[in-house]
């Protein structure tokens, strides 16, 4: 597969500033959980970052968007399609030579086809360790049911109310704490400067996310 071609079916992208590895995103403005949290105070969604950083930089939002339409294209064409995006992603992961990939920094999974299709990503990319937040419990519920993911994908299972309790359904979870006290593993990363942009968010050595054996990641609202 040519580069050119790869890219017809979807683009991820190299890790921020923050985080390691490279990333996969689709229109934050599609997602089916987030999109009705968007509107509840207090939920993690109220002040979603990946919709105001397509709001304010309209490469961003072409780039989701796009990420999402040739999803839906390969989804309606069937098995074939579905084929020709996950051998997308996994010449793209395999060609930019990552330890880790996090799918989703902006929108979520749409279907049970997609996490399906992850899954399949993960699997032909063994050395890559690939994590995925996600709010939609009945989608990954679903998939569950007749579906064990890769030792080398964790699903982690958000929270969706600030100083929400993790869900006990599921195996690996997160969770933002504001005002009240973190659960399990809290995310340090809004005290380390990051060596690319200056800032303070930064991921460092840690690989808490990606990681089976911590239960809950606690993340600090900002």
């Given at each position: 597969?040519?580069?050119?071609?790869?890219?017809?079916?979807?683009?991820?992208?190299?890790?921020?500033?923050?985080?390691?590895?490279?990333?996969?995103?689709i229109?934050?403005?599609?997602?089916?959980?987030?999109g009705?949290?968007?509107?509840?105070?207090?939920?993690?969604?109220?002040?979603?970052?990946?919709?105001?950083?397509?709001?304010?930089?309209?490469?961003?939002?072409?780039?989701?968007?796009?990420?999402?339409?040739?999803?839906?294209?390969?989804?309606?064409?069937?098995?074939?399609?579905?084929?020709?995006w996950?051998?997308?992603?996994?010449?793209?992961?395999?060609?930019?030579?990552?330890?880790?990939?996090?799918?989703?920094?902006?929108?979520?999974?749409?279907?049970?086809?997609?996490?399906?299709?992850?899954?399949?990503?993960?699997?032909?990319?063994?050395?890559?360790?690939?994590?995925?937040?996600?709010?939609?419990?009945?989608?990954?519920?679903?998939?569950?049911?007749?579906?064990?993911?890769?030792?080398?994908?964790?699903?982690?299972?958000?929270?969706?109310?600030?100083?929400?309790?993790?869900?006990?359904?599921?195996?690996?979870?997160?969770?933002?704490?504001?005002?009240?006290?973190?659960?399990?593993?809290?995310?340090?990363?809004?005290?380390?400067?990051?060596?690319?942009?200056?800032?303070?968010?930064?991921?460092?050595?840690?690989?808490?996310?990606?990681?089976?054996?911590?239960?809950?990641?606690?993340?600090?609202?900002?």
């Amino acid at each position: 597969m040519l580069v050119k071609e790869a890219l017809e079916y979807g683009k991820i992208s190299l890790g921020n500033g923050k985080m390691p590895g490279s990333t996969y995103a689709i229109d934050s403005f599609a997602c089916i959980t987030g999109g009705k949290l968007r509107n509840v105070k207090d939920s993690v969604c109220s002040k979603c970052y990946s919709i105001k950083l397509q709001q304010i930089r309209p490469s961003v939002d072409l780039g989701y968007k796009r990420n999402l339409a040739k999803w839906m294209m390969c989804q309606r064409l069937g098995k074939d399609g579905i084929e020709m995006w996950i051998s997308s992603m996994v010449f793209q992961i395999l060609r930019v030579n990552v330890d880790e990939h996090r799918w989703f920094d902006g929108g979520d999974v749409q279907s049970v086809e997609m996490v399906e299709a992850i899954a399949e990503v993960a699997r032909r990319t063994p050395d890559v360790e690939h994590w995925l937040p996600t709010k939609e419990y009945t989608i990954y519920a679903k998939y569950l049911k007749t579906n064990t993911e890769p030792d080398n994908l964790i699903i982690r299972v958000s929270a969706a109310m600030l100083d929400g309790k993790p869900s006990k359904a599921f195996r690996n979870t997160s969770t933002v704490h504001k005002n009240g006290k973190p659960i399990g593993f809290e995310c340090k990363a809004k005290t380390r400067t990051s060596p690319i942009s200056g800032k303070l968010g930064y991921c460092g050595p840690c690989r808490a996310c990606w990681d089976k054996d911590v239960p809950n990641v606690s993340y600090p609202k900002s």
